[in-house]
């Protein structure tokens, strides 16, 4: 090549070269490394630095390390340093080669060499070196196992999980086979995969989970394999990495398990399902279980579709209300029951559930989804039964009595009260108490009976008890029968109280008739001869006194022809009056018939004289009242009686000589002019007729 070749080469290089003297003088510089240093041409680099190069690096140090290479070397090579350009003063990085040129006598003639600008070529490597640093700390941080192996299977490196998993540290498993650490057969398995890998020359990803070293619980791991390759493209190993996807499989596999229970759940309830999307317009998904409810086309449920429509106006608001209820997040759910048309035109009764399942970042709800059950025929039911039950309850109102239902042990479980307003019976005051709690003593003790009874023989009646309420006495009677219940129920039983007052009221009269003087009120003879026989009973068990006086009226008859009839039955009714006035609780007074009165005073004393004494003073204190005025229809009138006494003790006598002996007394208080009384005395004259 001629020197002009030569020069024009050197000129046109696409790195900077130079020649420079011993003395640093530039001899020549190219027109790559005049453009490095900011220069356009020689002229202009020598105006601006000199003859002389100045130190261009940016470490000064650098300089002498170069010449020092030099000269001791002759050449230098791939000499790497910081520079700085000379016209700018800017940063660069340089990669620079150079040799010295002597002459035969070894005297150094100059030195030349080359300048390339490896700047962005050391920027690339710098990213490179980061990238790898970035990527090896991620293999050595994840717990995923990562491993390489070349052609051979020979283990090349891995990561500390892979390596933690062994329990060696990854350099131990250089230079390793598979068959080191898990056996033949199973490093064959993993041989087959790598070889498809290198085969191929494409990942493949699949699920292994054979027990060995490596896995001794034999999970499953998805592992994927990567051929690795040179520069060149040629495959140089194969790249693996595990990770163990067990959890992941359980998790779905339950998922899996719940996702079915569910949709049987669903398939067995005959629920239909809805999926609400929120975000748009028509986003209304009812499955075809739901379509065939509405009676609609299933192919439907392909298809969002509003069918707000298709709800009962009369349910539309609560239906309205309890979706914004749960959109606002008031309701935990959305649960309403309402019409919708069938596509026949009836109504159908839907059940509606359901829930927002998904939220956007601002937390609106953007998904519903629920389940629709055709509640027709319980709705069906429930209007029947409310049918029967008011016809129930009309029956039940239109009777009289009360009706309870109570449990064995005397609770009422349920109550039937005809009044509405009846304090005693209302349920609200008595539902679950026992009777005891509710009921006077004597009153509860009847009702317990009739429970026992109807326990012991399937039926009670007849027991009857009373009560003190507000309008007055009531008597009730009971019949209480055991109510029909299905087993492992409680025992239960019906009672029903019915009403008997007026019943009672009735007996009683007949009662208080049969014994009782209808004009005066007054025990008649048949109750006296009964309080007679007892008295005489008690005196003589007590060794008691006691007086029977008999009384008559004095010319009563006169009184009755005089001022007529009414005005004797006043004046009996007085006598009455003044003579109860004039005993004490214990004593009795009776009429025995006509103008005749008897007065029984028991208990008078134990001594004869004593009780004749006080026999005495009340018969005169009686005589005494007696003759007081009478203010009859407003005239006044007088009478007197004939009082005569009889003395008992504790000798037993018959009623009847008791009373002869008061008789015969008081024809003796007549004989004696009458307004007197007299005590009978054995030697009396027996007389019936009374004297004028
Ligand atoms: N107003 C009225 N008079 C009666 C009733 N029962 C009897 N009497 C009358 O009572 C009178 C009884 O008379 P007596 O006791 O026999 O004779 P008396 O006129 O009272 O004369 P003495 O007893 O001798 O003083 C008769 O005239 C009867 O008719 C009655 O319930 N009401």
């Given at each position: 090549m001629s020197s002009v070749d030569l020069s024009t080469l050197f000129e046109h290089l696409p790195i900077g070269a130079y020649r420079i003297a011993p003395n640093g003088s530039i001899w020549h510089v190219n027109a790559a490394l005049l453009r490095l240093n900011g220069y356009a041409s020689e002229n202009e680099m020598r105006r601006d630095v000199g003859e002389v190069v100045p130190n261009p690096y940016a470490i000064p140090a650098r300089r002498q390390e170069f010449l020092e290479l030099l000269y001791s070397r002759g050449s230098i090579t791939n000499f790497e340093s910081e520079m700085v350009r000379y016209k700018s003063g800017e940063h660069w990085w340089a990669r620079e080669h150079a040799h010295t040129v002597r002459d035969e006598d070894g005297n150094l003639l100059y030195y030349e060499g080359t300048i390339e600008d490896i700047t962005s070529e050391r920027a690339a490597q710098f990213r490179l070196d980061q990238r790898e640093s970035l990527l090896y700390n991620v293999l050595q941080t994840i717990p995923d196992h990562v491993w390489l192996k070349d052609t051979s299977g020979v283990y090349v490196t891995c990561n500390e999980a892979f390596a933690e998993r062994l329990k060696i540290q990854p350099a131990a498993l250089i230079g390793t086979r598979d068959a080191d650490w898990v056996g033949e057969e199973i490093a064959q398995q993993f041989l087959t995969t790598d070889q498809l890998v290198m085969r191929t020359g494409t990942s493949v990803t699949f699920e292994e989970g054979y027990e060995s070293t490596i896995n001794p619980k034999g999970e499953l791991h998805e592992v994927v394999k990567t051929p690795m390759r040179d520069g060149l493209g040629n495959i140089i190993g194969v790249l693996g990495m595990a990770r163990s996807i067990q959890q992941r499989k359980d998790a779905e596999a339950l998922l899996r398990d719940t996702t079915e229970q569910l949709e049987l759940a669903i398939m067995g309830a005959d629920l239909g399902r809805w999926n609400h999307?929120?975000?748009?317009?028509?986003?209304y998904f009812l499955d075809e279980r739901a379509c065939k409810m509405l009676g609609r086309d299933p192919r439907e449920s392909e298809k969002g579709r509003?069918?707000?429509?298709?709800?009962?106006p009369d349910d539309l608001t609560a239906t309205l209300q309890a979706m914004r209820a749960h959109l606002s997040g008031h309701a935990d759910a959305y649960e309403v029951d309402y019409r919708a048309r069938h596509t026949d035109g009836h109504w159908i009764w839907l059940s509606s559930r359901g829930k927002v399942v998904q939220f956007d970042?601002?937390?609106?709800?953007q998904r519903m989804v629920g389940t629709l059950m055709d509640i027709s025929g319980r709705k069906q039911a429930e209007a029947e039964l409310r049918a029967t039950q008011s016809e129930l309850q009309a029956t039940l109102n239109a009777l009289p009595d009360q009706l309870f239902e109570l449990s064995a042990?005397?609770?009422?479980r349920a109550v039937h009260s005809r009044e509405e307003e009846d304090t005693l019976y209302a349920s609200k005051f008595i539902l679950n108490k026992v009777v005891t709690e509710v009921l006077p003593k004597d009153a509860a003790e009847a009702f317990l009976s009739a429970l026992n009874e109807a326990q012991a023989k399937g039926r009670s009646t007849g027991h009857q008890y009373r009560l003190d309420l507000a309008p007055g006495k009531q008597w009730f009677e009971l019949t209480v029968v055991r109510k029909p219940t299905e087993p492992g129920e409680e025992e239960r039983f019906i009672a029903i109280a019915r009403d008997i007052t007026e019943r009672k009221i009735t007996e009683e009269a007949i009662q208080h008739l049969a014994f009782h003087d209808s004009l005066t009120g007054l025990p008649n003879r048949r109750l006296f001869n009964d309080r007679l026989h007892s008295a005489l009973i008690a005196s003589h068990r007590q060794q008691q006194h006691g007086a029977l006086m008999f009384l008559d009226l004095d010319k009563f008859k006169q009184l009755n022809d005089t001022h007529g009839h009414d005005i004797g039955d006043l004046m009996l009714q007085e006598v009455s009056r003044r003579l109860l006035q004039n005993i004490r609780a214990v004593d009795t007074v009776a009429r025995l018939g006509g103008d005749e009165f008897v007065v029984l005073v028991q208990a008078l004393s134990a001594d004869e004289i004593d009780a004749r004494m006080h026999a005495s003073t009340v018969g005169h204190k009686i005589l005494a009242s007696m003759n007081e005025p009478y203010w009859l229809n407003g005239r006044q009138h007088t009478t007197t009686p004939s009082i005569g006494i009889a003395l008992f003790s504790g000798e037993v006598a018959p009623p009847n000589e008791i009373l002869k002996q008061a008789d015969i007394a008081m024809y003796h208080a007549k004989a004696l002019g009458r307004n007197t009384l007299c005590f009978y005395d054995p030697d009396m004259p027996i007389t019936h007729s009374k004297p004028a």
């Open positions: 999307d929120l975000t748009h317009e028509k986003g509003a069918w707000g429509h298709l709800i009962h970042r601002e937390g609106n709800p042990d005397g609770r009422y």
